[in-house]
């Protein structure tokens, strides 16, 4: 049975169409979750993908997450399911505390539009069962507050449960211990300021972020074999 | 019901890093001001509120801070009521 990946779709969300297009491509079955139905529509895996989510006012995420989707999300993550943020997705999980700290501005105010190095620290998450730790991918990063923060005491749990799921080569924004993406503490929620939907085939310059969503593809395939 | 005045300052939590506040603090040498430290960017909320007193009005703004107006996570808020 193909994999059913349910993307997110608030008011001002503009990357639904890339994340179900590589869906389609690595050959997973892909459909929009708008915002304000509360279902995940009984879906194998969920991606929050990047955009400004209600327009980014007051925080990036702040309001996208009373969405009444959000209450699906948040009972799906709960129950196992996997769930990807990417971008302003990564944001709208940490404002709804799927994720802990927080996406502030870049360091030097500056915005980044940049295809950078991402080395892979685990391999025990939805977005890099099938990569290698060590890997080195080249995807994509956009943003302007990819800033990752958080107190010292979730800086240091982050590190000895192992859920940093991969860093910065060389960090382009600040970001704290040059963290581009983190796994919840059962490792099923992870968000990444990265876009590997925007890397799935050669001819957009990369196609190192496939092995992202093919694993997204294989993780939600296990849950749809276990419930068969 | 009384009609209060509500003012709300949000400012990083200590330990937080304030990239505009370091941005605008590297910036102003340039336009001579060698001597200033410690900027700090926040935000500030101004907001009338109905409850039946300031008491009751506090305790909404606060609980509104908490669930919305800042992120507790990154961010400290001060509430003043009038």
Redesign the interface.
Known sequence: MTARIGVVCFPGTNCELDALHAVELLGGAGEILWHGDATTKSVDGVIVPGGFAHGDY??TG??AR?SPVMGAVADFAAAGGPVVGICNGFQVL??AHLL???L??????KFVCDTVDLRVETVTTPLTNRARAGDVLHVPINHFEG?Y????RTLAALRADDRVVVRYVENPN?S?DDIAGICSEGRNVVGLMPHPERACETILGSDDGAVMIGSLLAAAGAAVTATA | MPVFDAHIEVTHLPGISDPAGATVERALPALGYTNVSQVHIGKTIRLTIDAPDRGAAEAQVKEMCERLLANPVIEAYEVTIT
Do not use: S, T, Y
């Open positions: 007051l925080r702040a309001i009373f940490c404002e802990p700290g927080a502030q501005k870049n360091a030097g105010m800033n923060v958080c107190d010292e600040g704290l």
